[in-house]
């Protein structure tokens, strides 16, 4: 009995200091900027008038908004699925094919861009993509007809999916890592090919961390602004930036915040989501 | 005026601190400079909440932000009377609307610059005279306007002569069917647009590239691209052009007031006013910087429309806030925050 | 075994290619380092290294870069404390609702860095606190401790808690235990999980926009520096000169996690 009461007592203690960071700095900003939600600015004198109204959220859903996170959704969906295409197989040869050595280096090789600032990143993108670029030239060159990327969703495709394509990686290389060499073994020993063994013991396993990993591809891309100011074109604003436009150029904390539940609902579901297929356990 | 803090905490456009005359400043003063650069006037108007938050001293602001900021009360009256060179400002920069309310001075004014409509030289060989050019569709996927919701007072510039019977008189101060007019106007130039550019290093890889031939702009760009050899000019059409007049206001909880009067004696010294200009491409309040402007770089006083009469100014609208109480006694006008609201829906 | 090896020749080449996706920014931004000219067009014409000696002699880099340094760091430091807490209270408890508090705890990393940023900000200038160091410091460190928490969780789980508990069983005290017994199992992933804290923090753009003062870090800089382009390879200089000192405490934490692999030979469940 005093055992248990000694284990409650010790997860007491050790739990109370980061939930409590936690309560009172990130979850009371939040619901406070969520109550903001809604309120209003009065248009005469720009100050925030505290009469509850839905005003906020009818006009999310009204007019540009609807396309505005629909174009925001299925980039992130995108971005994700472009990510985890590009990841596994290089995250399989990191954890089950490359000697120590290699493996080692490939892992520097993924976590040494996250060094180079991500803005220095974003532009050098415009510089590879735009008419004058290095993607144009190398075409041109080779006697193909130039691309012309730049300032395009397809260049905010391709710079959100390079940003993001470390946060895949590592979490599957986590993944596929754990997985013991002897079930790989007892596979093929009862005859599994080398797709089935893949389809039906690397796969399954590997799921949680793919999981993980897209949680961070996808929220990271719901909530960015800067890529999009930087390489898109003329239909490339997303949830992001019409928030940070709200808020900064028109002065509107109630319509910002009413937008911001957008993606804060967004991602509460994509992380029940992910707790089922046991993401939380490869994180 | 006390003794300087020996700081002083800037919010400036990027390029309103430049090394250049910051370093004579802090070594005169003894008062060090931090900036810190905002990206749009918005962002001026939320770092300087709160009367700046007890931390910054002064903010570059230009005339959209400046009302803002007063009736906000973020920014104090200061003592023109403490700044010699504002004996030397145009006239109708000493005291203007956006920056002097019933006679008390609230900063005191910088340079200013109309938004040019900048083209390529190779596709327009003779300059375009009117802006009808953005909203033509011979020009589709190849025009670049500001990603910037006062953009729509461009746009009400335009509608003023080609649509007179909307009676538009001034593109800031708008009912809701000429705002309405300027807004659809705007939907329809969307599909013709490469990129709202955002950062003038955007507007400047564009042209560099071809990418876009003709577009708005500020004479900055103009002026970087043509230093680059890229085949383009500005022009200023027929209709008249808007344009920015930048202010330094002083937070009303300015940590540094003494440093901060010692930088706008600085900033509006003539050769200073010069250095700004020519870096910037604006044009200076102090009148005696164009010969200064000249020694520096040959034909800069002309290049950047300082030796140029009133009537020059008067072509140009300034920005300022749109308010719903615009002068004509009906608060029926259009207020800023809705301004931003219908950019999103244009622009997204 | 053909068909074996054009596999592996398959894997190899998409390897390969990932890694060509994964630098040609970086290349691209080295380059651009010693361009001549501020617009950035290919190919370079004129080269030069002028642009790293003004950016080590910008005073305004300088003091960006020793903010951020200070910043990532305090961040860092504030997330292993509460960082690793949260992960021992989590990994130990067996209480009703453990399941609701990790996915809580996890929303800081999970939800967009705009909402954080706005979160706080409000929250910042509704309680009267003046925005400085203490400020990003906070911001960075609520995304950061979710950082080292999953990091050390996941290491928790791979290693049996017999260890300890028999550790304590046998008479040793609380501390001698954290000392002798769970730091070391833990060591290797508080390496990781800081390093990667640090190198967010550092790097951090959205959350400081909301949350800085007067002060600029390094990003906030780079963010200013490239709206007039003036200073664009000014900016690639800066971020070269970063890349080129980092590499080595990232050498040091592939070597550390390297050595992790002969931790692991103790869990019989790993052995390969």
């Known amino acids: 009995m005093s055992l248990m009461r000694r284990a409650w007592l010790r997860t007491t203690l050790l739990l109370s200091p980061p939930l409590a960071w936690f309560l009172v700095i990130y979850l009371a900003s939040l619901v406070i900027m969520l109550i903001t939600s809604l309120w209003s600015v009065n248009s005469f004198t720009q100050s925030i008038d505290h009469t509850v109204t839905t005003q906020n959220f009818r006009q999310v859903a009204s007019g540009a908004y609807p396309t505005i996170i629909l174009r925001t959704v299925l980039l992130a969906a995108l971005v994700t699925i472009t990510d985890a295409v590009l990841a596994f197989p290089f995250a399989y040869v990191m954890a089950r094919v490359a000697r120590r050595r290699t493996q080692r280096l490939l892992l520097m090789a993924v976590l040494l861009p996250l060094w180079a600032s991500y803005l220095a990143k974003v532009y050098a993108w415009i510089a590879i993509l735009e008419k004058g670029g290095s993607v144009n030239w190398a075409f041109t060159k080779l006697g193909l007809p130039a691309p012309n990327l730049g300032f395009t969703n397809a260049a905010m495709w391709i710079a959100f999916t390079y940003i993001w394509l470390p946060y895949m990686i590592v979490p599957i290389y986590g993944a596929l890592e754990r997985i013991p060499g002897s079930l790989f073994e007892a596979s093929s020993d009862l005859g599994g090919s080398g797709w089935t063994t893949m389809r039906r013991v690397v796969l399954p396993l590997a799921l949680p961390g793919l999981v993980a990993g897209s949680i961070f591809t996808f929220s990271l891309t719901l909530g960015d602004y800067v890529t999009p100011l930087l390489v898109g074109g003329a239909n490339s604003t997303l949830i992001g930036n019409a928030i940070y436009d709200n808020l900064l150029t028109g002065g509107n904390l109630p319509l910002a915040a009413a937008l911001a539940t957008v993606p804060i609902a967004i991602m509460v579901l994509y992380l029940l989501g992910a707790k089922r297929l046991g993401a939380f356990e490869a994180l | 005026m006390g003794k300087t803090e020996g700081q002083l905490n800037l919010i400036a456009w990027e390029g309103y601190a430049q090394p250049q005359w910051v370093k004579p400043f802090q070594q005169q003063t003894g008062c060090q400079v931090h900036a810190k650069y905002a990206g749009s006037s918005g962002e001026m108007v939320s770092l300087m909440a709160n009367g700046g938050g007890g931390q910054y001293d002064m903010v570059s602001s230009s005339g959209d932000a400046d009302l803002r900021l007063i009736y906000g009360g973020d920014v104090r009256p200061v003592n023109v009377g403490l700044v010699p060179s504002w004996q030397q400002f145009r006239p109708f920069l000493q005291a203007p609307a956006f920056n002097t309310i019933g006679g008390v001075h609230y900063g005191t004014s910088l340079q200013f610059g109309p938004n040019v409509l900048l083209y390529s030289t190779t596709t327009f060989p003779t300059a375009p005279t009117s802006w009808s050019v953005i909203y033509n569709s011979q020009y589709k996927g190849k025009i670049t306007v500001p990603n910037n919701p006062i953009q729509i007072a461009d746009a009400a510039l335009y509608l003023e002569t080609s649509q007179p019977s909307l009676g538009i008189t001034d593109p800031y101060e708008l009912t809701q069917p000429q705002f309405n007019a300027a807004v659809n106007l705007l939907k329809q130039q969307k599909p013709l647009i490469a990129k709202y550019w955002n950062l003038a290093s955007d507007e400047i890889n564009l042209f560099q590239s071809g990418t876009t031939v003709v577009g708005a702009a500020w004479p900055y760009q103009t002026i970087t691209l043509q230093q680059n050899k890229a085949p383009v000019a500005e022009t200023i059409p027929t209709q008249g052009a808007t344009g920015w007049a930048d202010s330094w206001l002083m937070a009303t909880k300015a940590p540094h007031p003494n440093c901060a009067y010692k930088w706008m004696q600085w900033v509006s010294t003539p050769t200073v006013q010069a250095q700004q200009a020519i870096s910037f491409g604006e044009t200076p309040a102090n009148t005696q910087a164009c010969p200064i402007m000249n020694q520096l770089q040959a034909g800069s006083c002309a290049g950047y429309h300082a030796d140029q009469p009133d009537a020059y100014f008067n072509s140009i609208k300034f920005w300022k806030t749109p308010l719903a109480n615009c002068g004509n006694g009906k608060n029926d006008c259009v207020p800023y925050s809705e301004w931003t609201n219908a950019w999103t829906q244009i622009t997204g | ?272």
């Not at chain 3, 979160?119 to 003046?130: E, K, P, R, V």
């Not at chain 3, 923090?201 to 800089?221: H, K, M």
Request: glycine share 6%.
């Open chain 3, 1 to 272: 075994m053909n068909g074996h090896r054009f596999t592996r020749t398959g894997l190899w080449a998409w390897v390969v290619g990932v890694l060509f996706f994964l630098f040609a920014p970086i290349i691209t931004i080295v380059l651009f380092a010693f361009d001549g000219s501020k617009i950035e067009t290919w190919p370079i014409r004129s080269w030069t290294t002028h642009w790293f000696s003004v950016a080590v002699h910008d005073p305004q880099v300088r003091s960006a870069f020793v903010l951020s340094i200070k910043a990532a760091t305090l961040a860092t430091l504030v997330a292993l404390v509460l960082g690793s807490l949260a992960a021992f209270g989590v990994h130990r408890a067996r209480f009703f609702g453990r399941d609701s508090i990790s996915l809580l705890l996890i929303l800081p990393l999970a939800l967009p860095g705009i909402i954080t940023g706005v979160a706080l900000n409000s929250a910042f200038q509704y309680a009267g606190i003046t925005l400085s160091l203490w400020t990003i410091i906070i911001g960075h460190a609520t995304f950061c401790i979710v950082v080292i928490l999953n990091y050390v969780i996941a290491r928790l789980r791979r290693s049996s808690g017999t260890l300890a508990e028999a550790s304590e069983v046998l008479g040793a005290w609380g501390l001698l235990t954290l000392r002798f017994v769970t730091l070391p199992i833990i060591a290797t992933a508080l390496v990781s999980g800081a390093l990667l804290a640090f190198a967010l923090s550092f790097d951090e753009v959205i959350v400081t926009t909301f949350t800085a003062g007067a002060q600029n870090t390094l990003p906030i800089w780079i963010f200013g520096a490239i709206r007039l382009g003036q200073q664009l390879p000014e900016v690639n200089a800066v971020v070269t000169i970063v890349l080129v000192l980092m590499v080595i405490p990232i050498l040091i934490a592939a070597r550390l996690t390297g050595s992790e692999n002969v931790a692991r030979l103790a869990e019989p469940s790993t052995k390969t």
